[in-house]
T-cell receptor, first 119, second 111 residues
Framework: DAGITQSPRYKITETGRQVTLMCHQT?????MFWYRQDLGHGLRLIYY???????DKGEVPDGYVVSRSKTENFPLTLESATRSQTSVYFC??????????????????FGPGTRLTVL | GQSLEQPSEVTAVEGAIVQINCTYQ??????LSWYQQHDGGAPTFLSY????GLEETGRFSSFLSRSDSYGYLLLQELQMKDSASYFC????????????FGQGTELSVKP
């Protein structure tokens, strides 16, 4: 399917387990992002990637690992899940900033989200 | 660093006009964006202001004043389906491709 997809949509895990959230986009967008959303905190950036094999930390990277071996995929791994990582996780992608395109150079396209519960 | 402030909640009635303000502090940025998020859904792009002034897209308009570090989203002829959270966002010039989001404004439209 065209667009940006996330899997799984819902996940329940236990403290200490490793969990990987998948994100896939079909637009060949250069930039990809991972956010978490908690009540009262809006959208907080975890990691982002400007291109394949280029990743950088966002606002709340601790406890998370990312990789980007292919442009279309940007998995997020919780190495040892904690209860504080219970959240809704959104993946997003965008074109290379600075390209005018339709004029909306900052537009990010979000996946449907993964609701993660850590028990 | 940068920060954005917007009201946490706004309530309005169907058919009315509502304005959601966003003030920001950043050393330099490319533009102000607005996103809409319905409960349980993904944020979706609404509007973008690269320059000062008003951008109109149907019932929605967005305004930017760089000199005042201020912008707003204006929603006209409110409908029940407009009940959602609205986020302003900026891309700081020194932060590469990252968007920095405000905390969001929850709009409730009453009959």
């Amino acid at each position: 399917d065209a667009g940006i997809t996330q899997s799984p949509r819902y996940k329940i895990t236990e403290t200490g387990r490793q969990v990987t959230l998948m994100c896939h986009q079909t637009w060949s967008h250069s930039y990809m992002f991972w956010y978490r959303q908690d009540l009262g905190h809006g959208l907080r950036l975890i990691y982002y990637s400007a291109a394949a094999d280029i990743t950088d930390k966002g606002e709340v990277p601790d406890g998370y690992v990312v990789s980007r071996s292919k442009t279309e995929n940007f998995p997020l791994t919780l190495e040892s899940a904690t209860r504080s990582q219970t959240s809704v996780y959104f993946c997003a992608s965008s074109r290379l900033p600075g390209l005018a395109g339709e004029g909306r150079t900052d537009t990010q396209y979000f996946g449907p989200g993964t609701r993660l519960t850590v028990l | 660093g940068q920060s954005l402030e917007q009201p946490s909640e706004v309530t309005a009635v169907e058919g009315a006009i509502v304005q959601i303000n966003c003030t920001y502090q950043t050393s330099g940025f490319y533009g102000l964006s607005w996103y809409q998020q319905h409960d349980g859904g993904a944020p979706t792009f609404l509007s973008y202001n690269a320059l000062d002034g008003l951008e109109e897209t149907g019932r929605f308009s967005s305004f930017l004043s760089r000199s005042d570090s201020y912008g707003y989203l204006l929603l006209q002829e409110l409908q029940m389906k407009d009940s959602a959270s609205y986020f302003c966002a900026v891309r700081d010039r020194d932060q590469g491709g990252k968007l920095i989001f405000g905390q969001g404004t929850e709009l409730s439209v009453k009959p």
